[in-house]
């Protein structure tokens, strides 16, 4: 790899070429070409995610309702919570039960009724970027145009919201599909987009 170059004696011009290197993907089930590559790879150098294990990301697994604030609360820096929520279905030692403090702690979620969280449950596409609008305290300037977003659900103003900031354009034919479960590749691609522009 290593080279040598003599000077002539008269005038010389030298070019160089470079080559970009190939894109490496942090996991194995995430192509370079897929479109939530970049935040994928960015939710990974952040520690936002390490994967479900076996070097894979599962980008098209449901995510349940504990990684979601567990990615939100490690975005915003993994702050210690003053005290651990009370929930009866989040037991202390789990992954999340930090995460689960700290969304309750700033509004972020109330949990499900009757004092549980349903942490293993799918989140939908309306609860994702509800949780995400909480977290970052956002609000939209206007009303969503989405047909299948009723203007008076709890959801309405969080997807308008992303709409606006471009943190989703929806699954076409003017919808947003809010009781969907949101996917992995998803949450993170709404995530990447929403912490870019702050």
Do not use: H
């Not at 479109?35 to 520690?47: I, L, P, T």
């Amino acid at each position: 790899g290593k080279y040598s170059f003599t000077m002539p004696s008269g005038k010389a011009e030298i070019n160089a070429s470079f080559k970009k290197q190939a894109e490496t993907s942090p996991f194995a089930d995430v192509s370079t070409d897929a479109y939530y590559y970049e935040a994928v790879k960015w939710a990974a150098e952040n520690s936002i995610t390490g994967g479900v294990g076996n070097n894979l990301f599962g980008p098209d697994d449901p995510c349940s309702r504990a990684q979601i604030v567990t990615f939100l609360w490690r975005a915003a820096g993994s702050p210690d919570p003053t005290a651990l929520s009370t929930f009866t279905d989040v037991p202390a030692d789990s992954y999340y039960a930090k995460a689960v403090a700290w969304a309750v702690e700033n509004g972020v979620t109330t949990g499900t009724g009757e004092n549980r969280f349903s942490p293993n449950d799918p989140c939908t596409r309306g609860q994702a970027v509800t949780f995400l609008a909480r977290a970052l305290n956002a609000a939209a300037a206007g009303a969503t145009s989405f047909s299948d977003v009723p203007a008076d659900a709890y959801f309405a103003q969080a997807v308008a919201w992303a709409a606006e900031n471009g943190i989703t354009t929806g699954v076409g034919e003017n919808r947003f599909a809010p009781e969907d479960p949101c996917t992995r590749a998803q949450i993170v691609t709404f995530l990447w987009r929403a912490y870019r522009e702050n």
